[in-house]
């Protein structure tokens, strides 16, 4: 077992987004992907880490199955947030940022609430603290479980936890059966 911080590239570790475990049957991966900020200003630099983020989990389930989690600043699909006609080129929510976590799926991973719930609607892990967003539940659901394809078998239940308070995000569930 070991642990490991970073994707082993200078320009994208110095922000400390990544925080990598070892356990005798799987990685875990936890990260906070970079938001591509107002106006797009980090929308170039966001493409570079999703492109070098994808190869370092690519990399890593050559080796054994891999468990990610973490705020990935992406609502992939409209279901995922209440707006998104209202928020089509808003950071989290652009063609660009949806097409690269596309491709992360493409890449042998599983989004596993959508896995299991695919037509939940209101599921959402964030909310802006302005405008009662989450009173309203008009929120985002940024917060994922992914697991190597391999692990698809393994999930018994992934859940967004939105009763439990304490910032504007909300935890995640994932129950695997490692025996």
């Not at 170039?44 to 050559?62: G, H, I, P, Q, S």
């Not at 600043?73 to 409209?78: I, L, P, R, S, Y």
């Not at 989450?134 to 936890?161: C, H």
Request: proline content about 4%; hydrophobic content about 35%.
């Amino acid at each position: 077992m070991g642990m490991a911080f970073g994707i082993g590239q200078e320009a994208h570790d110095k922000e400390g987004r990544v925080i990598t475990l070892e356990y005798p049957g799987f990685f875990m991966v936890t990260c906070y992907t970079p938001n591509s900020q107002d106006g797009l200003a980090r929308l170039d630099y966001r493409m570079e880490w999703d492109d070098a983020f994808r190869k370092y989990l690519v990399d890593l389930k050559a080796k054994k199955p891999v468990v990610v989690c973490g705020d990935l600043n992406v609502a992939h699909q409209e279901i995922d947030l209440k707006n998104p006609k209202q928020n089509r080129q808003n950071a989290g929510f652009t063609d660009e940022e949806r097409a690269q976590f596309g491709r992360l799926l493409e890449a042998g991973f599983a989004d596993t609430f959508r896995r299991l719930y695919p037509d939940a609607t209101e599921a959402y892990s964030w909310w802006s603290y302005r405008f009662q967003a989450r009173q309203r539940n008009a929120g985002w659901r940024i917060d994922y479980f992914l697991v190597s394809e391999d692990l698809i078998p393994q999930v018994k239940d992934s859940r967004i936890l939105a009763e439990i308070m304490g910032s504007d995000h909300c935890p995640v569930l994932l129950e695997l059966d490692t025996k």
